[in-house]
């Protein structure tokens, strides 16, 4: 794949969606549904961005298997993105993970 330093390809979905390999280095533009992190996809040190691309919240969902930790925090589990907030999804072992953003909740 071609990576461009300063460019990270956009995924834009409009309903519900559940992260694939691919979106690694990428950024998903979500408009409703929200966003699930599965468990068994990604790698550690893959990272994926998620805008949320509308005035809903959209809730970021811990998939089954995964701990979804919130940066700064003792928090896991499923966190919410609010309106036009933007995130990013860290993998930092098997099935765990990091998030942190702007309007995350």
């Known amino acids: 794949a071609n990576i461009v330093i300063g460019n990270i ?3 834009s979905q409009t309903s519900a969606y559940t992260l694939v390999a691919a979106d690694a280095g990428k950024h998903v533009n979500i408009t409703t549904g929200g966003v699930t992190v599965p ?8 990272a994926v961005s998620i805008f949320n691309d509308s005035t ?6 811990q998939g089954s298997s ?5 940066a700064g ?5 499923n966190r919410t993105l609010s309106q036009y907030g933007i995130c990013t999804v860290l993998c930092v072992a098997t099935n765990e993970f990091v998030i942190t ?3 995350l909740l």
């Open 56 to 61: 809903s919240d959209q809730t970021i969902t």
């Open 66 to 70: 995964v701990t979804l930790r919130q």
């Open 9 to 11: 390809p956009q995924n």
């Open 39 to 46: 468990s068994g996809v990604f790698s550690v040190g893959d």
């Open 101 to 103: 953003g702007a309007g």
């Open 73 to 77: 925090t003792a928090n896991t589990g």
